[in-house]
């Protein structure tokens, strides 16, 4: 729990910054948090290096520095980052990361979900569910699609912090309760 509060406070901080100087900063700094977190995320020696008290606070800026080369990271990311260091939250970064990114979603009115299938849906297709599901939600959505084999069929979305399961699966599941209660 610990975690989630200090990540969300230094999110919440870079991101009135970025509402300060402007729309496209904002945006700027969430698309390096975001490049920064994917490449903490494929170098997981790196987060652990970040979490190692061995290491001083300039020797992890200096593996940040590096990192941070590897970004569209401006000055005010930059600084953040060497500030992080100094206060000992660099392994909070990913977190850091994903609470910028549902601020800036919720600021921008952007609603992410994922679709589950049981098998992979065309482009065409995908475009058109995400048309229509853009339509009756009435805002913009950021869809992932995925592939289950296991759901056997139907679809299972998530949209927000709601769940429609649609899939075979789930059906199977409720009519092995009704027989096991009886109706």
């Given at each position: ?18 509402q ?7 945006a ?18 790196a ?40 206060k ?28 589950v299938t ?38 299972v ?27």
């Open positions: 729990m610990t975690g989630n509060i200090v990540s969300r406070r230094y999110a919440k901080a870079l991101f009135s910054v970025g300060k100087q402007g729309d496209s900063e904002l700027a700094f969430g698309k390096a948090l975001s490049e920064l977190s994917q490449i903490l995320e494929d170098s997981p020696e987060l652990r290096l970040f979490q190692n008290p061995v290491f001083s606070a300039d020797e992890k800026k200096a593996v940040l520095a590096k990192l941070l080369e590897k970004t569209s990271a401006g000055p005010v990311v930059k600084n953040f980052c060497s500030l992080l260091a100094d000992g939250r660099l392994p909070a970064l990913p977190a850091i990361a994903s609470d910028f990114a549902g601020m800036l979603d919720k600021v921008q009115g952007v609603v992410r979900g994922k679709l049981a098998i992979k849906l065309a482009a065409k297709r995908q475009s058109d569910i995400k048309i229509k599901l853009e339509e009756q939600l009435q805002c913009k959505l950021e869809l992932d699609f995925g592939v289950d084999k296991d759901i056997l069929g139907g679809v979305l998530t949209v927000g912090d709601k769940v429609l399961d649609a899939s075979i699966r789930a059906q199977l599941q409720m009519m092995k309760e009704q027989i096991k209660r009886g109706v």
